[in-house]
């Protein structure tokens, strides 16, 4: 019930196309929703965040979706380019002090 | 922009060994954290720590693993006997409040290499 399921494993994306990566979660009780992103060697970069309280965020061509009856939630990254390409990682939290983390989505985003 | 940062970047040692991993959490920080990836998976969660104790362990921090936050800025893991699966990357992330509350920000990692 603690893990989030994350798709696709790999995603490639032509430069000026809209990328799409997809978490699921169980645990009802998770009410903070982040995106990270990591470049090789790096550590992971908070992107985006969310709380179940709203259905969407935008920051500039990153948007997060969240529907909560499905207990799903999405990122979109609009006019993806190729300095996007990293590896995204959604993550969940409640009321504790971990988050938990989805398996990852490699995202190769081609001129 | 302050960051975390962490030493060494990449630490080599042989099965049994002690190591300690260290981390400079954000100035004003008051919750520090350490995750693991083992190459090419999911960033796990291994330990929290607020007032000086730990809040919440998973189940791979075992007896051998252990938090200290020794100075007003330092925060270390040490692993006492370190075995080959131990070997992975070591990521240390620091809150100003819990995980649901404010953004964690993560350290650039150090990579554990146990021969």
């Known amino acids: 019930q603690q893990q989030v399921k994350q798709s696709p494993q790999s995603l490639i994306v032509q430069k000026g196309g809209i990328s799409i990566i997809n978490c699921a979660y169980e645990n009802t009780a998770f009410d903070y929703f982040p995106w990270y992103q990591q470049f090789p060697g790096k550590g992971p970069a908070l992107l985006i965040a969310?709380?179940?309280?709203?259905s969407e965020k935008k920051e500039g061509r990153f948007t997060i979706s969240f529907n909560k009856s499905a207990k799903q939630f999405s990122l979109h990254i609009m006019d993806s380019q190729p300095g996007d390409s990293a590896t995204y990682f959604c993550a969940a939290s409640e009321d504790t002090d971990k988050l938990i983390f989805g398996t990852g989505t490699r995202l190769q985003v081609f001129p | 922009e302050p960051e975390v940062t962490q030493t060494p970047s990449h630490q080599v040692t042989q099965m049994g060994q002690e190591v300690i991993l260290r981390c400079v959490p954000i100035s004003n920080h008051l919750y520090f954290y350490w995750y693991r990836q083992i190459l090419g998976q999911k960033v796990e969660f291994l330990v929290s720590f607020y007032n000086n104790e730990i809040s919440e362990k998973s189940e791979i921090f075992d007896d051998q693993f252990s938090v200290e936050r020794p100075d007003g800025s330092n925060f270390t893991l040490k692993i006492r006997s370190t075995k080959l699966e131990d070997s992975a990357m070591y990521f240390c992330?620091?809150?100003?409040?819990?995980?649901?509350?404010?953004?964690?920000?993560f350290g650039p990692g150090t990579r554990l290499t146990v021969t």
């Open positions: 992330a620091s809150s100003r409040q819990g995980a649901n509350l404010y953004e964690q920000y």
């Open positions: 969310i709380r179940p309280d709203v």
